[in-house]
């Protein structure tokens, strides 16, 4: 079934195809410094906002996840399902920068993570989470 078959559904893909620009969009993304995907974070096109935590895009290519539900513990199984087996039937993005680790108080540390934007189908828009 594809996504015109459902009524009323969004297409992500096509709303991001809509912004032909991104903030990184044609950089080296190992030439842009910490300080300047901190402040991208709170400019950049959202693609997730949920009780703190923020996903944007950053690229055609990139996202930059942040806030209370990113923890520099995700980045790394994130990086251990990539290395294994998993990796050829669970699509896992590539984790290029953990930044910004501060402490929080109820989960231990929160940080920013910069990985690949992976195109699929929301569970959260399938009712499924």
Do not use: W
């Amino acid at each position: 079934m594809e996504n015109s078959d459902i009524p009323d559904a969004p297409s992500l893909q096509m709303q991001m195809q809509s912004l032909k620009y991104f903030p990184l969009d044609d950089c080296d993304i190992s030439q842009v410094s910490d300080e300047t995907l901190t402040t991208l974070f709170d400019t950049a096109p959202a693609l997730h906002s949920y009780e703190g935590t923020r996903v944007v895009r950053m690229s055609h290519t990139l996202v930059l996840k942040g806030g209370r539900g990113a923890r520099p513990s995700e980045a790394n199984i994130l990086n251990l399902v990539a290395e294994c087996d998993g990796s050829e039937t669970i699509r896992v993005p590539k984790v290029y920068r953990v930044l910004n680790i501060e402490p929080d108080e109820i989960y231990g540390y929160k940080c920013l993570i910069l990985m690949d934007f992976i195109d699929a189908f929301q569970l959260s828009n399938a009712g499924v989470i």
